[in-house]
């Protein structure tokens, strides 16, 4: 699994060229096989539809089973952000409006946050540089809830109380979107997706040399529109690498809600 993510990391066309070729092969070789069945009379030419017509809709139960897990994981990224974002907002305007000396201090702390955050969306897959966007937040959330703690503590009023759960709601919100970026497909749909497809399309090979058909044009249409789905849907479930990836755009809107002087040079 560790392989397939760093082929995928490095060149979607890669993996899709990869998964294409295994495909392939298992095509080749299915009809390879049928054909030297049929030639000996050693195949039961009855059933063979019925099986591989079984394996490809079981095929298409996954292809739909796992697209739909992608694509609610995408979905929960998209919306962790949105909710985020604004979470930021809200804590940042109730920290202006707070009336507090300690008040001007905790918007700016906020405003770091939403760029450290937008840093955490944007962040590549290596495991070190996510750890210390991590580490850093954690620091920075100590920082603010010092500042809140002590707002509270001195001017104990709803606004100082609205002030404490909008901030905890943020901490919430950065804690949600780090359990969504940390989660991907399980390997084992992964392999069980690329699994079925490859003795699928080997069964299908198998059926075509037992009649005797060579469809060369529609068995390559077939396989990479199998390819493309699965790369699509690996690309989907997979949160730091790939093309289709969560977008900061709403952590910058945000900063520019703060004044002009908040929002940094885009990388």
């Given at each position: 699994?560790?392989?397939?993510?760093?082929?995928?990391?490095?060149?979607?066309?890669?993996?899709?060229?990869?998964?294409?070729?295994?495909?392939?092969?298992?095509?080749?070789?299915?009809?390879?096989?049928?054909?030297?069945?049929?030639?000996?009379?050693?195949?039961?030419?009855?059933?063979?539809?019925?099986?591989?017509?079984?394996?490809?809709?079981?095929?298409?139960?996954?292809?739909?089973?796992?697209?739909?897990?992608?694509?609610?994981?995408?979905?929960?990224?998209?919306?962790?952000?949105?909710?985020?974002?604004?979470?930021?907002?809200?804590?940042?305007?109730?920290?202006?409006?707070?009336?507090?000396?300690?008040?001007?201090?905790?918007?700016?702390?906020?405003?770091?946050?939403?760029?450290?955050?937008?840093d955490f969306i944007t962040a590549p897959p290596e495991r070190e540089?996510?750890?210390?966007?991590?580490?850093?937040?954690?620091?920075?959330?100590?920082?603010?809830?010092?500042?809140?703690?002590?707002?509270?503590?001195?001017?104990?009023?709803?606004?100082?109380s609205s002030l404490m759960a909008a901030t905890n709601e943020v901490?919430?919100?950065?804690?949600?979107?780090?359990?969504a970026f940390g989660q991907s497909m399980p390997p084992q749909m992964?392999?069980?997706?690329?699994?079925?497809?490859?003795?699928?399309?080997?069964?299908?090979?198998?059926?075509?040399?037992?009649?005797?058909?060579?469809?060369?044009?529609?068995?390559?249409?077939?396989?990479?529109?199998?390819?493309?789905?699965?790369?699509?849907?690996?690309?989907?479930?997979?949160?730091?690498?790939?093309?289709?990836?969560?977008?900061?755009?709403?952590?910058?809107?945000?900063?520019?809600?703060?004044?002009?002087?908040?929002?940094?040079?885009?990388?």
């Amino acid at each position: 699994m560790i392989i397939l993510a760093e082929i995928l990391a490095f060149s979607l066309i890669a993996f899709w060229l990869l998964l294409f070729a295994v495909q392939w092969v298992a095509q080749a070789l299915g009809a390879w096989l049928g054909r030297r069945h049929s030639a000996r009379g050693a195949a039961p030419a009855e059933g063979v539809g019925v099986v591989v017509g079984g394996m490809l809709g079981l095929l298409a139960f996954v292809l739909a089973l796992t697209l739909s897990f992608a694509t609610t994981r995408f979905e929960e990224r998209r919306e962790g952000t949105l909710m985020e974002a604004n979470a930021l907002g809200t804590a940042w305007l109730r920290a202006k409006a707070i009336g507090h000396p300690r008040g001007e201090e905790l918007a700016k702390l906020f405003e770091e946050y939403t760029k450290l955050r937008a840093d955490f969306i944007t962040a590549p897959p290596e495991r070190e540089i996510v750890r210390a966007i991590n580490d850093q937040t954690s620091a920075l959330q100590t920082r603010i809830w010092e500042h809140v703690t002590v707002i509270v503590r001195e001017k104990p009023d709803p606004i100082s109380s609205s002030l404490m759960a909008a901030t905890n709601e943020v901490f919430d919100r950065s804690t949600a979107e780090r359990l969504a970026f940390g989660q991907s497909m399980p390997p084992q749909m992964v392999w069980l997706l690329m699994g079925i497809a490859v003795l699928s399309i080997g069964a299908l090979g198998y059926q075509l040399g037992l009649r005797g058909l060579s469809l060369p044009i529609l068995s390559l249409l077939l396989i990479g529109m199998w390819t493309s789905v699965i790369v699509v849907i690996l690309d989907l479930s997979a949160p730091r690498i790939g093309s289709l990836r969560s977008s900061a755009a709403v952590y910058y809107w945000t900063l520019e809600g703060f004044g002009p002087g908040a929002v940094p040079a885009r990388r």
